[in-house]
């Protein structure tokens, strides 16, 4: 890209902070862009020439189309654009547009994925800010608005004549109560709907703390944060909670720390804090849990203190699995720190993920035993589940760019991306060869209506890339498509065949639109269903001790029974054999 330069150094410098969309972006949460609204307070605080707004087609579910539209109508000298790998395509693309578009302003990347792939970020940018971007940001807007077109600050990149220039980071900052709290005023937070855990209403989110010195293969925080905690204080945490609730009228928060209990002190301090000033708020925090058996003592103050419930990631009941991912943690602890919460009137919440390296059929179902032992005796929460049952499913496990399971993909399963757009926890892009090698031995005679109804919903949930939400008669075909396949699954476990081996019999055999790695992903979904639900078992566990059926009630049964009875009945009238699957295109509808 040419070098932009403002002419007019008097000048306000306009600058448009952009959130792109998700993919499957209508049915997911709608997020706070935190990242943005750091970068616009800060910029606020020390760039007085600088007129930041926030647009956010992720919020508001903008196609491609309406976002380059407003973009290119927007004033804006300026464009400011943060991201994840799954919206990188998106991101290039637009980025592309407005290059084409001939409009003379600077497009600058950053967040997530520009760290981790500078290079590929900065072929569709004027500059890339890595890491931490407040003040990297901040300095090349004062270059801006001086006319330098060659400053590169600490922790930027860009590519000059062909060539790819980098500037080594600077270092994260060290006092985090230097930042101003994030520019909230600039949203309108009606549009941000996602209820509180628990108990719903309007929460915000607040982070007190950035970093974490933990090295899950999973996660990209390592490669982000350099295994580096710092932590607010306790006192400016609390003003910030005072004063979203007194100008926006909130008083839940959600606390977006890696670890909360990570620190003792200063767990204990912001407690002490909220109790002094006598600051009415609920809140929830993240954490893990062997903090919280170790922070024991310090729980009754933080319940006192407005603290419903601590999230922790439970990820897998399978050993195997936290031995393979690096969690370093144990079951042991999980269900302390349960019943640590429950005695203190807390409602403990639990992440979980599908398809961890190590997981087997038996897996799942030891995984569902151990969530009902974990959640037994408090209520079902209405704002927690994204289920309308008890089948623990979670995020699909995702092997992300930057971490160490994408680099060591090949050995642990199967790598089934298409783009970039699938690293993303609601897309199934990555089977554990544990799983694929599984051998299925049925625990009953047949399927009844309530494991199709199970199954159904959870294929739609973990590979939701695939199944059309648009229209009742692809609803209809897909479904019973759907059903026809898990017979055919169902008829092939035979005891001997591998999870793999029954989808090449079935790819093979032809007839269900499918390409091989769509068949895998389907019945790797009908496996762990089942095998939650007690109807399949890994041949390998035949000498555990013997599954038990799992009765799940679920609100609307009939309703959910009667849809997928007439789906099937429909699709043995009409041969209904085959997916109309359609190429997700979700950035631009």
């Not at 647009?55 to 400011?80: E, M, Y």
């Not at 408090?378 to 089948?391: A, G, N, T």
């Not at 055919?488 to 032809?510: L, P, Q, V």
């Amino acid at each position: 890209m040419r070098d932009r330069k403002k002419t007019n150094t008097s000048d306000k410098v306009d600058v448009l902070l952009v959130n792109p969309p998700l993919p499957h972006n209508r049915r997911l949460k709608r997020i706070y862009p935190m990242g943005l609204l750091y970068l616009a307070s800060y910029l606020r605080s020390h760039n007085p020439h600088a007129n930041v707004q926030i647009f956010n087609p992720q919020v508001s579910n903008t196609g491609f189309k309406d976002t380059l539209k407003t973009v290119l109508a927007s004033q804006w000298d300026i464009l400011g654009i943060g991201y994840w790998t799954c919206q990188s395509l998106f991101v290039q693309r637009l980025s592309q547009a407005v290059r084409e578009s001939g409009h003379d302003g600077l497009v600058i990347h950053g967040g997530v994925h520009p760290t981790l792939r500078p290079q590929e970020a900065a072929l569709s940018a004027d500059r890339v800010v890595l890491h931490e971007g407040e003040k990297s940001l901040s300095e090349l807007i004062d270059a801006y608005q001086e006319g330098d077109t060659d400053f590169l600050p600490p922790g930027t990149a860009r590519i000059a004549d062909g060539t790819f220039l980098s500037t080594e980071f600077g270092g994260f900052i060290k006092d985090l109560d230097t930042l101003p709290f994030p520019a909230f005023d600039l949203l309108d937070l009606k549009q941000y709907t996602t209820p509180m855990h628990v108990i719903g209403g309007r929460r915000l989110p607040i982070i007190g703390s950035r970093g974490c010195p933990y090295n899950c293969s999973y996660c990209v925080s390592p490669s982000l944060w350099k295994r580096r905690v710092r932590w607010r204080s306790p006192e400016n945490i609390v003003d910030e909670m005072g004063y979203h609730k007194s100008k926006f009228g909130v008083d839940r928060f959600h606390f977006w720390d890696d670890n909360f209990l990570l620190n003792r002190s200063h767990a204990l301090r912001l407690g002490e804090e909220i109790l002094r000033r006598n600051l009415k708020v609920k809140w929830l925090a993240l954490t893990r849990a062997a903090h919280v058996v170790r922070q024991e003592d310090i729980i009754p103050v933080l319940a006192r203190a407005g603290l419903i419930g601590l999230e922790i990631g439970i990820e897998s009941a399978n050993p195997l699995a936290y031995t393979i991912v690096g969690k370093n943690e144990s079951l042991e602890n999980l269900m302390k720190a349960c019943e640590i919460q429950k005695r203190n009137g807390l409602f403990p919440m639990y992440t979980y993920m599908a398809y961890l390296p190590g997981d087997t059929i038996r897996g799942s179902y030891e995984q569902a035993r151990f969530m009902d032992r974990l959640l037994s005796g408090i209520p079902r929460y209405e704002h927690f589940h994204h289920l309308p049952f008890d089948v623990y499913i979670g995020q699909c496990c995702t092997p992300h760019i930057g971490t160490r399971m994408h680099e060591e993909v090949a050995n642990l399963g199967r790598a089934m991306w298409r783009n970039e757009e699938d690293f993303h926890h609601s897309a199934t892009c990555f089977l554990p060869h544990s799983l694929l090698q599984d051998v299925p031995v049925k625990m009953v005679s047949k399927l009844t209506l309530d494991h199709r109804v199970f199954s159904t919903i959870v294929a739609y949930v973990a590979i939701a890339d695939f199944l059309s939400y648009d229209g009742l008669f692809e609803k209809v075909r897909n479904v019973a498509a759907f059903n026809a396949l898990l017979d055919r699954f169902w008829n092939a476990c035979d005891g001997k065949s591998s999870i793999i081996e029954i989808a090449r019999g079935i790819d093979n055999s032809g007839g269900t639109r499918l390409d091989f790695d769509d068949t895998l992903k389907f019945i790797a979904a009908v496996s762990i269903t089942l095998g939650q639900l007690g109807a399949l078992d890994s041949l390998e566990a035949e000498s555990q001790k013997a599954m038990q059926q799992k009765n799940v009630p679920y609100r609307f049964r009939s309703l959910y029974r009667l849809a997928v009875q007439a789906s099937r009945i429909c699709g043995r009238m009409f041969g209904l054999e085959a997916f109309n699957l359609k190429e997700h295109r979700s950035y631009d509808t």
